[in-house]
């Protein structure tokens, strides 16, 4: 039996949906992270369907979001690209830095409202999906 990769995706918008009254930075940190690698597998399952060029050396991660960016004749495989790299850089910066920079940079004004862009990211990535 192969796990659903939909179910960390789900496991995300759960956490969102709590009171996060408590652990407010890890849950949010959290579902960045869920999301990020459920969307992340589902587009690597879709690539290997599809029998696109995927570069096996270096960072699968970087090359997934490549093999689907360099395919500028198609804009939803190319717009799915460039939303698996946003939400890679992320998902790093969720997962590693003790700030997380991205919230300031992009003028947000807390974690929830970042967590929330990321969330529509990750909508988009799925009806990208559905496309392909």
């Known amino acids: 039996m192969s796990f659903d990769w939909n179910d ?8 969102r949906n709590q009171d996060l009254t408590e ?5 949010l940190r959290t579902v960045i992270n869920r999301a990020y690698y459920g969307i992340f ?15 096996m050396t270096g ?6 979001a490549k093999s689907y960016e ?3 004749h198609n804009p939803t495989k190319n717009s799915l ?18 700030i997380m ?7 947000f004004q807390n974690n929830k409202e ?6 529509k990211l990750v909508e988009k990535a799925l009806e990208l999906l559905e496309k392909i």
């Open 70 to 72: 360099i395919q500028k």
């Open 114 to 119: 970042f967590t929330n862009y990321c969330w």
């Open 8 to 15: 960390f995706i789900l496991l995300a918008q759960e956490i």
């Open 101 to 107: 920079k991205s919230i300031q940079k992009q003028n």
């Open 41 to 55: 597998n589902l587009a690597f399952q879709k690539l290997l369907e599809t029998e696109l060029p995927l570069e």
């Open 81 to 98: 690209g460039l939303i698996l790299s946003e939400l890679s850089a992320y998902r790093k910066e969720a997962d590693y830095e003790v």
């Open 59 to 64: 960072s699968i991660h970087r090359n997934v």
């Open 23 to 27: 652990l407010k930075e890890a849950k």
